[in-house]
């Protein structure tokens, strides 16, 4: 187009006897849509190719300084507008793909959370379950051999088998109540775990089914972060299930080693060793994956002597800082 519009003017001012020279806004036009749209080597060939058109043009009609300078303007800003505007574009469009690329990548890592969320809900729900029903399961089965030998043993079993089933549907309510809270109110907070402090309690629901538990801390005793707590107290959790579930045990033992950055929980039992955790090898997976995502680690084997199953777990302390301290 900018070259017919071109030949056209020379045309008529070289072969029309017309009344002065042709409006150049057509040439303008289509000078400033080839600067914009055409690729590079057509686009210097055509604006070189215009700005020589001037000098004759103007020649052949006032041959005048003034009307040089001013086609020579309008020209060269039109061209100056069309490359603007490519600029312009090219820039819009490396703004909209990076959007594209950041949605993308906000949709993956929503999606990446939204597993790690899905397994971290597992493994609490897992924990909660299990140690309930293996505990509800022993106790169950204790029951009718209390009735036939010992009558006055059997109320406190079934008594332990309500209180047992009644503390899972308490943890079991306040994780889905988190859970439709956080969906009310995205910013709240979502681990509401049961921590060290609740150990004893621990201790003696496993002792009512039977096993003798010793439960031993050594090292300084100090406040931990809400998340070590809780992992501790799950891994715990886990270990005395698959020693009740699996270990055919009589005495298992919990010790807690606080050292100057660790914190290692061990549990060993008397039993016949050699498990891999509950029927599908949820458990001592669990506990090691439980370990892994605070940084620790987790060891298991033989006990003492080659004599039943123990699990070690190390996790990292951080030091908690408190309010008091984060004010000065």
Do not use: W
């Not at 009735?147 to 089933?165: H, L, Q």
């Not at 039992?269 to 509950?278: L, N």
Request: glycine share 10%; hydrophobic share 40%; with cysteine.
């Amino acid at each position: 187009m900018l070259l017919a519009v071109l030949t056209a003017q020379s045309l008529y001012g070289l072969a029309v006897a017309g009344p002065g020279q042709t409006l150049p806004y057509t040439g303008l036009v289509a000078l400033y849509s080839v600067a914009a749209h055409a690729p590079s080597p057509a686009r210097r060939l055509c604006g070189a190719l215009t700005l020589a058109i001037v000098f004759p043009s103007v020649a052949l009609n006032t041959g005048e300084v003034r009307e040089l300078v001013f086609s020579l303007m309008v020209f060269t800003a039109a061209y100056g507008f069309g490359r603007f505007t490519d600029t312009r574009q090219a820039y819009t469009r490396a703004v909209e793909d990076r959007a594209r690329q950041l949605e993308v990548t906000r949709r993956i890592e929503a999606e990446q959370a939204a597993a790690r969320e899905r397994a971290r809900i597992a493994r609490e729900m897992h924990d909660i379950l299990s140690h309930a029903v293996s505990l509800m399961i022993v106790q169950a089965e204790a029951g009718p051999v209390a009735v036939r030998t010992a009558p006055e043993r059997a109320e406190a079993v079934f008594d332990a088998i309500s209180e047992t089933g009644r503390d899972a549907m308490v943890q079991l309510r306040r994780m889905l109540g988190v859970l439709r809270e956080n969906e009310q109110r995205p910013g709240a907070p979502r681990t509401p775990q049961p921590a060290l402090a609740d150990l004893p309690g621990l201790v003696e629901r496993v002792r009512g089914s039977g096993l003798e538990v010793t439960s031993t801390v050594t090292g300084p005793e100090r406040r931990l972060p809400q998340d070590t707590g809780s992992a501790a107290y799950r891994i715990m959790q886990e270990a005395l299930t698959n020693t009740v579930k699996h270990a055919a045990a009589t005495t298992a033992g919990v010790l807690l080693a606080y050292g100057e950055n660790t914190l290692t929980v061990s549990v060993t039992d008397d039993g016949r060793g050699g498990r891999t955790g509950s029927g599908t090898g949820h458990g001592l997976v669990g506990i090691r994956e439980r370990a892994a995502a605070h940084g620790g680690s987790a060891r298991t084997g033989p006990g003492p002597g080659g004599r039943g199953f123990r699990v070690d777990v190390t996790l990292p302390l951080v030091p908690v800082t408190s309010p008091a301290e984060m004010g000065s």
